[in-house]
């Protein structure tokens, strides 16, 4: 419950991750606040963002969660994308103003093979209206303003590429691509190899991470839900390191970790390297072991019951 103190409202510490389908017209932000109203949450972040044209699978962290985010920020990521071939934008996408427009006569085996070709390492540059900063101020300013400024090419690797439906001029497209990679560059390429343009008409991310678009719940059902069934639609903030190895403290060496000191771990069956730390049951942390020693990275404070602040 979310109590109101005069004009403000108390909000409550909610630690979890919501799997969010995010809909397509709106940002990651504002889908972000509405969540987090929902829930009455103190704190709130997401782990990575979706264009407003962009739907889809959107882990929203709460709470204490908020502090392994950059676990799933850096993950694989997947996607449904639309392509139209035929009109090129200035965004690269449907939201844009058109540009040019071509005849397609392309066959489905034309795209199939195009496809080949972008899959793997390489170097993409980042689109003139991306939310990426140069000199403090997002790309995508600089672009309205009608001005140039240097986009350097940056390494993404697409690690698959799967043509799903061909209905010309429309091609749908599986991606499976690394953090950093944008589809609507990947659109507007293919559309320039084959020669008649492309940009990005729909997308919908559909996993993260290990995260699949299956579990996740709508804005909609979200807010209609009673707090009971909100807070079932949390996972713990452990799901966002289960790929880490495993540290377990003894309770002699829970609080002096808690308390930010190295404590001493069985070197022979940990590797150096990130890991996750727990006792007595929960997660306590992220440490780096190193030296024969787990190292505190990061800390899940512990939480107090009822407490609340004005938000």
């Given amino acids: 419950m979310v109590a109101k103190l005069g004009s403000r409202v108390a909000r409550r510490r909610v630690d979890g991750v919501l799997l969010l389908d995010k809909p397509s017209?709106?940002?990651?932000?504002?889908?972000?606040?509405r969540a987090r109203?929902?829930?009455?949450?103190?704190?709130?972040?997401?782990?990575?963002?979706?264009?407003?044209?962009?739907?889809?699978?959107?882990?929203?962290?709460?709470g204490e969660a908020t502090k392994f985010a950059q676990f799933l920020l850096d993950a694989t990521k997947g996607y449904v994308a639309t392509?139209?071939?035929?009109?090129?934008?200035?965004?690269?996408?449907?939201?844009?103003?058109?540009r040019s427009r071509a005849p397609v006569t392309l066959?489905?085996?034309?795209?199939?093979?195009?496809?080949?070709?972008?899959?793997?390492?390489?170097?993409?540059?980042?689109?003139a209206h991306a939310a990426i900063k140069h000199q403090g101020r997002p790309l995508y300013a600089y672009a309205?303003?009608?001005?140039?400024?240097?986009?350097?090419?940056?390494?993404?690797?697409?690690?698959?590429?799967?043509?799903?439906?061909?209905?010309?001029?429309?091609?749908?497209?599986?991606?499976?691509?690394?953090?950093?990679?944008y589809v609507r560059v990947l659109a507007a390429d293919l559309g320039d190899l084959l020669g008649c343009g492309a940009h990005l008409a729909a997308l919908r991310r559909t996993a993260t991470g290990g995260f699949v678009l299956a579990d996740a719940v709508s804005l909609e059902r979200l807010e209609a839900m009673d707090e009971p069934a909100r807070g079932a639609c949390l996972l713990p903030a452990e799901v966002l390191v289960s790929h880490l190895p495993r540290v377990v403290l003894p309770p002699?060496?829970?609080?002096?970790?808690?308390?930010?000191?190295?404590?001493r771990v069985d070197t022979a069956s940990e590797p150096d390297g990130a890991c996750a730390v727990f006792g007595q049951g929960r997660l306590l942390g992220v440490a780096d072991i190193r030296d024969g020693a787990a190292h505190p990275r990061r800390l899940i404070v512990p939480h107090a019951p009822g407490a609340a602040e004005p938000g």
């Fill in 25 to 33: 017209g709106i940002s990651s932000n504002a889908a972000l606040q």
């Fill in 107 to 127: 066959s489905r085996d034309d795209v199939e093979q195009a496809l080949r070709r972008f899959v793997g390492p390489q170097l993409q540059r980042p689109p």
């Fill in 252 to 263: 002699s060496c829970e609080g002096r970790f808690m308390q930010g000191q190295p404590v």
């Fill in 37 to 62: 109203r929902a829930y009455g949450a103190q704190k709130a972040g997401h782990t990575g963002t979706l264009d407003p044209l962009a739907s889809g699978l959107l882990p929203i962290c709460l």
């Fill in 144 to 181: 309205r303003a009608g001005e140039e400024v240097p986009r350097e090419p940056r390494p993404v690797d697409i690690h698959a590429l799967a043509l799903r439906a061909w209905s010309s001029p429309d091609a749908v497209i599986d991606v499976t691509c690394s953090k950093g990679t």
């Fill in 83 to 98: 392509v139209r071939f035929g009109v090129r934008t200035d965004t690269l996408d449907a939201e844009g103003e058109e």
